[in-house]
Nanobody, 115 residues
Framework: QVQLVESGGGLVQPGGSLRLSCAASRSIFVLYTMGWYRQAPGKQRELVATITSGGSTNYADSVKGRFTISRDNAKNMVYLQMNSLKPEDTAVYYC?????????WGQGTQVTVSS
């Protein structure tokens, strides 16, 4: 089992930046595709970004050019650097780990973008 814990959320002004972190509990983390998802109140959870074990990344169109996903396999960590934040980015952000049929989720961290 892979345990995931997110951190780094908070309140930020429009145009500001935040870096989210996700810590995984097992060294086999290196084998998993990692992702960040988000869910706003009353809306479905949506993909934000993914990064494969080989470092290949994909982003939702709404965050391209503003967000960057990265991973540090030696530390079992994945990050989401969020720049030029907009009020529309307000949501609970979840870390995800996927490999074959196995999928794991963190508890989520709140990001609020407001002046």
């Amino acid at each position: 089992q892979v345990q995931l814990v997110e951190s780094g959320g908070g309140l930020v002004q429009p145009g500001g930046s935040l870096r989210l972190s996700c810590a995984a509990s097992r060294s086999i983390f290196v084998l998993y595709t990692m992702g960040w998802y988000r869910q706003a109140p009353g809306k479905q959870r949506e993909l934000v970004a993914t990064i494969t074990s080989g470092g290949s990344t994909n982003y939702a169109d709404s965050v391209k050019g503003r967000f960057t996903i990265s991973r540090d396999n030696a530390k079992n960590m994945v990050y989401l650097q969020m720049n030029s934040l907009k009020p529309e980015d307000t949501a609970v952000y979840y870390c995800n780990a996927n490999r074959l049929s196995r999928s794991y989720w963190g508890q989520g961290t709140q990001v609020t973008v407001s002046s």
